[in-house]
């Protein structure tokens, strides 16, 4: 059974980077058919996708995040990272890693972490 | 940009009641919407892919269907553990970009 589990600091400052880290149990990420992605669900605002990313190491972001924004995949240590760099108190949430299948079943993100809460705050 | 608006945003029904959350999208998306359920505390779910696939695992009590800029979730036989937050969520085409609705919150 696929596990995700998401790592990284709770509380980051103003204008600094986040970075979380995804590890990936029970499946490998480079199995066909699976993007490997971030979902982050504002106290406000719900639920926003931030980014996708192929074993290949193809990437899609979010246009309102282009720019601050780095996916990365690590394929032998089985696990995706995310950082964003000059955080505001609006990327405060609950991010998420989750699994986005594709192909004759559709986007969806049918495996999800835990999710970790991320807050932005001096 | 994309507007998805879900209503109700908050209902309340009994135990064995069946239930409708609407989930209207801006422009046409086909049947490329999804439903998700959020119980509180924990990560979403998902329950119905591409309008009216039922994810392996979830009950048949749930449905859903329509096409283009209309979609329905219904909910027979509502249970207690199907409380929490509702949330449809389109996909452009290739590459994909996503948008979710508001959510429902569903009380009993």
């Known amino acids: 059974q696929v596990q995700l589990q998401e790592a990284g600091p709770g509380l980051v400052k103003p204008s600094q980077t986040l970075s979380l880290t995804c590890i990936v149990s029970g499946d490998s990420l480079t199995s066909g058919g699976f993007y490997w992605s971030w979902v982050r669900q504002h106290p406000t605002r719900g639920l926003e996708w931030v980014a996708y990313i192929y074993h290949s190491g193809t990437s899609y972001y979010n246009p309102s995040l282009e720019g601050r924004l780095t996916i990365s995949i690590d394929t032998s240590m089985n696990q995706f990272s995310l950082n964003l760099n000059s955080v505001t108190a609006a990327d405060t949430a609950v991010y998420y890693c989750?699994?986005?299948?594709?192909?004759?079943?559709?986007?969806?993100?049918?495996?999800w972490g835990q999710g970790t809460t991320v807050t932005v705050s001096s | 940009d994309i507007q998805m608006t879900q209503s109700p945003s908050s209902l309340s029904a009994s135990v064995g009641d069946t239930v409708n959350i609407a989930c209207q999208t801006s422009r046409d998306f086909g049947t490329r919407l999804n439903w998700y359920h959020q119980q509180p505390g924990k990560a979403p779910k998902l329950l119905v892919y591409d309008s009216g696939n039922l994810e392996t695992g979830v009950p048949p009590r749930f449905r859903g269907s329509g096409s283009g800029i209309g979609f329905i979730l219904t909910i027979n036989n509502l249970q207690p553990e199907d409380v929490g937050t509702y949330y449809c969520?389109?996909?452009?085409?290739?590459?994909?970009?996503?948008?979710f609705g508001g959510g429902t919150q569903v009380e009993i």
């Open positions: 969520q389109q996909y452009d085409n290739l590459p994909p970009g996503f948008t």
């Open positions: 989750a699994r986005l299948r594709t192909g004759s079943t559709g986007f969806g993100w049918d495996v």
